[in-house]
């Protein structure tokens, strides 16, 4: 799909200027970092029967109320902080998801190897072909199943199967940009 600025991009990444942005310097970009991937997947977990241009559009508000998503600092929250996300209108206020959060940091800060580095272990090779269509894309595939198998055991909340999928894609463990996106391969 062409864009308003005439550059080529997946259709979702046409859709609005705060996807296409998103689209076109971070989604399927390789992101490192524990604290980066922390915040990834924190908010791919409220985004969880939502639409990810509310998440988007609340991220700001997110980082300013997970003090940047720092692991360390999100372990630490306690009850009083639970109940300071419960009343900030910025973000997603979802009792489970927010203790979810708070958990997985817990757990992140446990992990010998790191979280950007046991993330990293799922990722599949590279395709041989870039998908033609979003019908070629997957909603989860057998790596993201392993992943969510594997985070669910050391722990972790609110991460299964697809929720692992969108990660492997938002953070360029797979690259699901299609054929003729502009972005396509820029890894």
């Known amino acids: 799909m062409i864009g308003a600025d005439g550059s080529s991009r997946c259709a979702w990444g046409a859709g609005t200027p705060d ?6 310097t971070e989604w399927g970009r ?26 988007l559009r609340k991220r700001a508000a997110f980082r300013e109320a997970f003090d940047g998503f720092r692991i360390e600092s999100v372990a630490a ?16 206020r ?12 817990r757990v992140a800060l446990e992990l010998p190897v790191g979280l950007s580095a046991l993330l990293w272990s799922f990722a599949p090779p590279p395709r041989r072909a870039r998908p033609a269509s979003f019908a ?13 198998k ?31 996106c502009h972005v396509a391969g820029f890894r």
Do not use: C
């Not at 390789?30 to 939502?50: K, N, V």
């Not at 929250?77 to 997603?92: E, H, M, N, P, Q």
């Not at 927010?98 to 958990?103: G, P, R």
């Open 94 to 105: 979802n009792r489970a998801k927010i203790e979810a959060a708070i958990s997985n940091a």
């Open 77 to 92: 929250f306690s009850g009083a902080d639970v109940a300071r996300l419960l009343d900030d209108t910025g973000i997603v």
């Open 30 to 55: 390789p992101l490192h970092g524990d604290d980066a991937l922390y915040e990834r997947m924190t908010l791919e977990a409220f985004q969880s029967g939502l639409s990810w241009l509310t998440i």
């Open 136 to 148: 070629q894309v997957p909603a989860l595939t057998a790596e993201s199943t392993t992943m969510a």
């Open 150 to 180: 594997a985070l669910k055991k050391r722990g972790f909340r609110f991460v299964g199967p697809t929720t692992a999928y969108a990660l492997m894609q938002a953070t360029g463990m797979v690259d699901d940009h299609l054929v003729g």
């Open 19 to 24: 996807y296409a942005v998103y689209h076109d």
